[in-house]
């Protein structure tokens, strides 16, 4: 059995926050794969396994973590997964967050101005799929066209919406 901690990824933080598991719980996980992202106060940084094994998660995504902390344990394959002991601080575990909806939605900041500057909402990017959103995100939703009218685009009638035919309101 091998934890999976969080290093120390930069020395102004104390605490960090798990965005996201790229990994299921259970899964089987080759050394170097990313397993997790985690969030400083400076960056999105990938959390790497160092070995191979079946994924334990310890805490959920979304949660805050420090330096040090184990976050999973790696088994493996053969053996069954470790009872968590309620004594460790690390072993606090809450059930996996449900799907992604706007207000579950992790948004980086330089998504958040992106956002802002196009006229985007959080109901937009849910549509995605995706629990965290970063600014490429963002721009792959707006090179695929237009999310909505733009601010300035005429007023269309209800005839113009359902047909998908944009005219203009008269």
């Not at 956002?115 to 600014?135: S, V, Y």
């Amino acid at each position: 059995m091998v934890d999976i901690r969080i290093p120390r990824l930069n020395t102004n933080d104390a605490s960090y926050v798990l965005v996201e598991w790229l990994v299921d719980d259970g899964a089987t996980v080759q050394s170097g794969a990313t397993v997790a992202t985690v969030e400083t106060s400076k960056a999105l940084e990938d959390l790497v396994s160092e070995h191979t094994g079946v994924l334990n998660r310890r805490l959920p995504a979304g949660a805050d973590c420090r330096p040090g902390q184990v976050v999973a344990v790696l088994t493996p394959s053969s053996q069954p997964s470790p009872v968590t002991d309620p004594g460790r601080e690390e072993a606090d575990v809450t059930p996996q967050a449900p799907r992604a909806t706007p207000a579950a939605l992790v948004i980086t900041e330089p998504a958040r101005t992106l956002m802002r500057e196009h006229g985007l909402d959080e109901q937009d990017l849910a549509t995605l799929g995706r629990a965290l959103i970063r600014r490429s995100d963002v721009e792959a939703l707006l090179a695929g066209g237009p999310v909505g009218p733009p601010l300035d685009a005429p007023e269309t009638t209800a005839a113009s919406r359902e047909d998908g035919h944009a005219r203009p309101a008269r």
